[in-house]
């Protein structure tokens, strides 16, 4: 048996070459019975056989990787780091893990919350209230599960804000989410799950592919879909959008299916009003069960 943190060897380039190292040998019993499993991980030049963290988190442009079991610790790091607003930084989620309520740093050039690309399966995050990032500096989650918790442990509905900065999600699901707001930036969907919520969705620039679940509101500028075929957004019945400026040039077509609160297929009536405001080109939209049409105030009626 060997400690955690135990130096075992010394790099001699700057390539991070712990995921090629494997260490057979376990930490000691601990008071429960358990043995740990040893991982090589990089501290500068230094090699270490550890038991690693809930998160371990670096500044791309530097070298060493740093551990932590808490976000909080972390993101108390990048707030006093006096490089923040140019630095970009990574943190990789090694497990499912609780971490409270969350105040995300000020100022980052970057900032990408992920699950560890060696394991199977995405990660699963439990929170306390929002997720709400203020700084202009571009924010992503990429293979996790995000669930909010109330302070008695049980399922919460919840929202997520950018305030100032770009917000991208790839290969992500989600439990009691209610809204993704990008108010002033732009909003990158790609793989998403919304699960069990209708969910609001408010960004300057949209950006999407392959979005499961329902969506309550859409109020965007513009809307773009990446060119993969049509892209289908389901939307909730009775309930009206807005498009502000229009599609992308370069967006792929969209269709907007209408669905009842259970995801069946809605019953939508003549001149039902879809889009309240969508200004441009409408060449590459398409609406489902009905088809749809534009008045003179640049609504979107639903058509026979």
């Known amino acids: 048996a060997l400690p955690s943190g135990l130096p075992i060897l010394t790099a001699g380039s700057d390539n991070d070459f712990t995921g090629e190292i494997k260490i057979e040998n376990k930490t000691g019993q601990t008071t429960i019975g358990e043995y740990k499993t040893?991982?090589?991980?990089?501290?500068?030049?230094?090699?270490?056989?550890?038991?690693?963290y809930a998160f371990a988190w670096s500044r791309v442009s530097a070298i060493g990787t740093?551990?932590?079991?808490?976000?909080?610790?972390?993101f108390d790091t990048i707030k006093n780091d006096p490089n923040n607003k140019d630095t970009e930084y990574r943190i990789t989620v090694e497990t499912d893990v609780l971490v409270g309520k969350l105040?995300?740093?000020?100022a980052y050039k970057s900032l990408?919350?992920?699950s560890d690309a060696e394991h199977p399966d995405r990660h699963t995050i439990f929170?306390?209230?929002?997720?709400?990032?203020?700084?202009?500096?571009?924010?992503?989650?990429?293979?996790?599960?995000?669930?909010?918790?109330?302070?008695?442990?049980?399922?919460?509905?919840?929202?997520?804000?950018?305030?100032?900065?770009?917000?991208?999600?790839?290969?992500?699901?989600f439990n009691n989410?209610?809204?993704?707001?990008?108010?002033?930036?732009?909003?990158?969907?790609?793989?998403?799950?919304?699960?069990?919520?209708?969910v609001k969705?408010?960004?300057?620039?949209?950006?999407?592919?392959?979005?499961?679940?329902?969506?309550?509101?859409?109020?965007?500028?513009?809307?773009?879909?990446?060119?993969?075929?049509?892209?289908?957004?389901?939307?909730?019945?009775?309930?009206?959008?807005?498009?502000?400026?229009?599609?992308?040039?370069?967006?792929?077509?969209?269709q907007f299916s209408y669905c009842k609160a259970d995801g069946s297929v809605a019953a939508?009536?003549?001149?039902?009003?879809?889009?309240?405001?969508?200004?441009?080109?409408?060449?590459?939209?398409?609406?489902?069960?009905?088809n749809y049409t534009r008045d003179a105030r640049n609504r979107i009626l639903a058509a026979p």
């Not at 740093?66 to 972390?74: H, N, Q, V």
């Open 177 to 198: 989410l209610t809204a993704i707001t990008a108010n002033k930036q732009n909003l990158a969907l790609s793989g998403v799950e919304f699960g069990n919520k209708p």
């Open 268 to 290: 939508i009536p003549n001149k039902t009003v879809l889009f309240s405001v969508f200004k441009g080109d409408l060449s590459k939209i398409s609406t489902s069960p009905c």
């Open 201 to 254: 969705i408010t960004s300057k620039n949209f950006t999407f592919t392959q979005v499961d679940g329902l969506i309550e509101s859409l109020t965007v500028d513009t809307i773009k879909a990446n060119n993969f075929g049509t892209q289908t957004l389901r939307m909730l019945e009775k309930k009206q959008s807005k498009v502000n400026v229009g599609i992308d040039g370069l967006s792929g077509y969209v």
């Open 112 to 114: 990408e919350i992920s």
């Open 127 to 173: 929170f306390t209230g929002d997720l709400t990032m203020k700084g202009s500096g571009q924010t992503k989650f990429e293979r996790l599960f995000l669930d909010a918790r109330n302070t008695a442990g049980v399922s919460a509905d919840y929202k997520i804000t950018a305030s100032n900065g770009d917000l991208e999600m790839k290969n992500v699901g």
């Open 66 to 74: 740093y551990f932590s079991p808490d976000l909080a610790t972390i």
């Open 38 to 52: 040893l991982s090589a991980k990089r501290y500068g030049k230094e090699m270490r056989a550890e038991y690693g």
């Open 103 to 106: 105040t995300f740093p000020g």
